[in-house]
């Protein structure tokens, strides 16, 4: 035997015997979460293993007289080389802590899947025709990433250890906030800009994933506008990623945020040529004219100095997404806040139904804002179901297509607006009352809209009360007076 002993892999040899060897079957339960049976690259020892496993799930402790016995039931105890080769596995394991030779062989065995995958990947790219590049190269930067997420598992903590890292955390949150000049208010996480906002989620945190969720037209994407918008005049750089509006368009509603102008009195001037972002060149003819035309200059000045960044390239695949999300944390490291407009415009990869298409995109959007530690808000319509409701409130149950968006989302914001349903459904522009209209006429610019925290996985709920100002883009915490506008 000792010359086949030079053949033989000293680091699963040595993590067998010290499964074998243990009468309290604790070293198995610590090995276990960190590796697989494919991680053994001796066919051997990868059976072995597997015969832990297989006696774990029946409460069997794993030890020489129960692996002998259930390897000879299988069949299979021949296979690794009998007594000559079982029996000596103690013998010429390397005495140690058996944690090093369980890393070893888990970072050895994710290299050669790595490189494996590598390979595969180039053999497909120059041996297959591929119909749709982008999608090949999503599909092969995913099944990657499915690798590397596979690291060395953290071991458990004491309450010693994880008290230390608490109060670590709280003195570089307390550096933070004296950076920034801030007071310790309760809020910890990114500030929105919205006291009452604020007051319910305790600032939103980063690696968190945040679904705001409303009907069509009722102003969901003007609420995420306002919210980036008040995070980056704050300094913070924010990303909007808009898979249905251009750029343009996103532009001109925060122009008419900045400058206090309707589309309407932004589009009634006359743009001369040489006009440019920091220098407008409109005709005014009259005093309220040119106060008109200084309010679009200072708005777009503003606008203009904004760390905020749009992309609304077509392109809506998951994978796309994520890489992109990925490439924006890497030119922008202190991004503060990521925006998806929305959830029902992303494609993932083919499933059997839409639903657990979207569970998929739900749950790699989870993983990526934790990658990234950025927090990430996205938009969500809702179903008809809340036209079907007495009151039209909606529920968490609304979210289209998934009940996993509910199960990975950290917040979930809702938005309602009375005057939405002016005629018992969608606002048709009509001033006809019913028992859940508004006291205003339902083509009036300016909606009171509510909007409830109906989850935090780590706080209270609430409703929230906002005046929507559609002419101008503005969102505005309602007052005292105004929270029965």
């Known amino acids: 035997m000792a010359g086949e002993n030079s053949n033989l892999d000293l680091n699963?040899?040595?993590?067998?015997?010290?499964?074998?060897?243990?009468?309290?079957?604790?070293?198995?339960?610590?090995?276990?979460?960190?590796l697989e049976d494919d991680d053994f690259l001796d066919e051997r020892n990868r059976l072995i293993y597997h015969t832990f496993g297989e006696l774990a799930k029946r409460?069997?402790?794993?030890?020489?007289?129960?692996?002998?016995?259930?390897?000879?039931?299988?069949?299979?105890y021949d296979r690794v080389g009998g007594d000559e080769y079982f029996l000596n596995i103690p013998k010429v394991a390397v005495p140690g802590p058996v944690q090093a030779a369980v890393n070893i062989l888990r970072d050895r065995s994710l290299l050669n899947k790595f490189l494996r995958r590598l390979h595969d990947i180039e053999t497909d790219a120059q041996t297959k025709p591929i119909a749709?590049?982008?999608?090949?190269?999503?599909?092969?930067?995913?099944?990657?990433?499915?690798?590397?997420?596979?690291?060395?598992?953290?071991?458990?903590?004491?309450?010693?250890?994880?008290?230390?890292?608490?109060?670590?955390?709280?003195?570089h949150q307390t550096r933070e906030f004296q950076l920034y000049g801030k007071k310790p208010n309760g809020v910890t996480g990114l500030e929105t800009g919205f006291s009452n906002l604020d007051r319910l989620t305790k600032g939103w945190k980063k690696g968190?994933?945040?679904?705001?969720?409303?009907?069509?037209?009722?102003?969901?994407?003007?609420?995420?506008?306002?919210?980036?918008?008040?995070?980056?005049?704050?300094?913070?750089?924010?990303?909007?990623?808009?898979?249905?509006?251009?750029?343009?368009?996103?532009a001109m509603r925060l122009l008419s945020l900045?400058?206090?102008?309707?589309?309407?009195?932004i589009n009634s001037f006359e743009y001369q040529p040489g006009s440019k972002a920091n220098h407008v060149i409109v005709t005014a003819s009259n005093p309220e004219e040119s106060s008109r035309a200084n309010n679009l200059q200072r708005g777009l000045q503003e606008l203009s100095s904004l760390p905020f960044y749009i992309d609304d390239s077509p392109g809506s695949k998951i994978q796309d997404i994520?890489?992109?999300?990925?490439?924006?944390?890497n030119l922008i490291p202190n991004v503060g806040l990521i925006a998806i407009d929305y959830l029902g415009l992303i494609t993932g990869e083919k499933a059997d139904n839409r639903q657990a298409e979207v569970a998929s995109i739900s749950r790699q959007l989870k993983?990526?804002?934790?990658?990234?530690?950025?927090?990430?808000?996205?938009?969500?319509?809702?179903?008809?179901?809340?036209?079907?409701?007495?009151?039209?409130?909606?529920?968490?149950?609304?979210?289209?297509?998934?009940?996993?968006?509910?199960?990975?989302?950290?917040?979930?914001?809702?938005?309602?607006?009375?005057?939405?349903y002016a005629l018992g459904g969608e606002v048709k522009g009509s001033s006809k009352n019913t028992d859940d209209t508004p006291r205003m006429d339902a083509s009036n610019p300016i909606s009171s809209i509510d909007v409830t925290l109906i989850k935090n996985r780590n706080g209270q709920t609430g409703d929230m009360r906002f005046i929507f100002d559609k002419e101008h883009c503005l969102f505005n915490v309602a007052t005292d007076d105004e929270e029965e506008f």
């Open 322 to 329: 994520v890489s992109k999300c990925k490439k924006v944390k």
């Open 59 to 76: 409460n069997i402790q794993p030890n020489a007289a129960t692996v002998i016995e259930e390897m000879r039931n299988n069949k299979t």
């Open 367 to 420: 993983s990526l804002a934790r990658q990234i530690d950025v927090p990430l808000v996205v938009l969500s319509q809702l179903s008809r179901d809340p036209e079907k409701r007495e009151n039209h409130k909606p529920m968490i149950s609304d979210l289209r297509d998934s009940g996993a968006i509910e199960q990975d989302a950290d917040l979930i914001l809702m938005l309602y607006r009375k005057d939405y």
């Open 132 to 171: 749709d590049i982008p999608d090949f190269i999503g599909n092969s930067e995913a099944s990657i990433l499915e690798i590397t997420q596979k690291r060395r598992v953290a071991q458990i903590m004491k309450m010693s250890e994880v008290s230390e890292s608490l109060v670590n955390q709280l003195v």
């Open 12 to 34: 699963e040899i040595s993590i067998l015997a010290d499964i074998l060897s243990d009468e309290t079957g604790n070293d198995y339960l610590t090995i276990a979460p960190q």
């Open 208 to 250: 968190e994933i945040t679904i705001v969720g409303a009907r069509p037209s009722v102003g969901k994407t003007a609420f995420a506008l306002n919210i980036l918008y008040q995070v980056a005049r704050r300094g913070t750089p924010v990303i909007f990623f808009s898979l249905e509006m251009k750029a343009e368009s996103i």
């Open 258 to 265: 900045t400058a206090n102008l309707s589309t309407d009195e």
